[in-house]
């Protein structure tokens, strides 16, 4: 492990407090992530439906692992800030198939990986984490393995038995190695503060309009927000408001709120 990867993943480890938490606007290439980076951002994470969108593939397990692993190689090699990658179910059909693509982020870099359960069952997770853990400790790395319990996001169960369901797979996934948990889909406060209560490692919720604010949320117990796929949603919104006015009206006034070619131009020529 180089000394540059080990200061980035105990920075990366330790900017999760609910004191001031860690506040991430998800990145999809280079650009957003120097664009981002710019803005002041801590560290950076990858949003895996972005880097999907925009090698041409869907969100959902159908990027092929070379080309996921391709992108965060870049990413990180364009940053000087912490890589934690979104890396879906883990690019591989079984556990030993997920300790391959770790092997891989490992090698290209990043600090921290997130891999989500999905409709997969619980014990699924657990294996592809205790393998991404495995596989981490053999190499000596310090890996921020943050686990995705999507019940809420997919609305999976009965949701009078959602809570205790999430927690049944949060302990799950901390007892196969996690160091963090993501519940995304969650915004009102009750089931926030239960989570970040009945969890023992850092809880990360997905944020986006209706969410409380990040230190509303630090409040509360949860000591990573991330934007998940919002940031490039927004940014393909921002094109299509652009292609529509044009063909539309014949005008261009949406392009009045890009950034600036020299700026942006100016961001990918400095060495970071």
């Known amino acids: 492990m180089t000394i540059t990867r080990l200061n980035n993943a105990h920075l990366f480890r330790s900017l999760h407090t609910p004191s001031v938490p860690l506040a991430l606007a998800n990145a999809w290439d280079v650009a957003s992530a120097r664009v981002i980076e710019a803005a002041g951002a ?40 912490p890589v ?28 921290g990986v997130n891999i989500e359960d999905g409709t997969r069952p619980p014990t699924e997770l657990a294996s592809r984490l205790a393998a991404a853990r495995q596989t981490a400790d053999r190499a000596g790395a310090d890996l921020f393995l943050n686990a995705r319990i999507d019940t809420f996001l997919f609305g999976l169960g009965d949701p009078d038995t959602r809570l ?10 901390v007892d196969a190695g996690a160091d963090g948990i993501c519940v995304p889909g969650v915004t009102d406060t009750a089931t926030i503060t239960a989570l970040a209560r009945e969890i023992s ?12 604010t990040v230190a509303d949320l630090g409040a509360l117990g949860v ?16 094109a299509r408001r652009a292609a529509q006015e ?3 009206t014949g005008a261009y006034d949406s392009l009045a709120e890009g950034i600036a070619f020299p700026e942006l131009n100016t961001l990918l020529s400095e060495p970071h």
Do not use: C
């Not at 927690?167 to 996934?173: Q, V």
């Not at 490692?201 to 409380?212: H, I, K, W």
């Not at 000591?223 to 919104?237: C, F, K, M, T």
């Open 84 to 111: 934690t990658a979104d890396i879906e179910g883990g690019y591989g059909k079984d556990a030993a198939g997920v300790a391959e693509t770790v092997t891989g982020v490992l090698a290209a870099g990043a600090v």
């Open 223 to 238: 000591a990573r927000v991330s934007l998940g796929s919002g940031v490039a949603q927004a940014a393909y919104a921002a």
């Open 201 to 212: 490692v850092p809880l990360n919720v997905m944020a986006g309009p209706g969410t409380p």
């Open 246 to 248: 044009l063909f539309g």
């Open 42 to 81: 801590p560290a950076i994470a990858t949003t895996s439906a972005g880097v999907a969108w925009s090698l041409g593939s869907p969100d959902g397990d159908v990027l092929t692992r070379d080309r996921a692993l391709k992108l965060i190689a870049r990413i990180v090699a364009a940053v000087a800030v």
């Open 164 to 173: 205790k369901e999430t927690l049944i797979r949060a302990h799950m996934y």
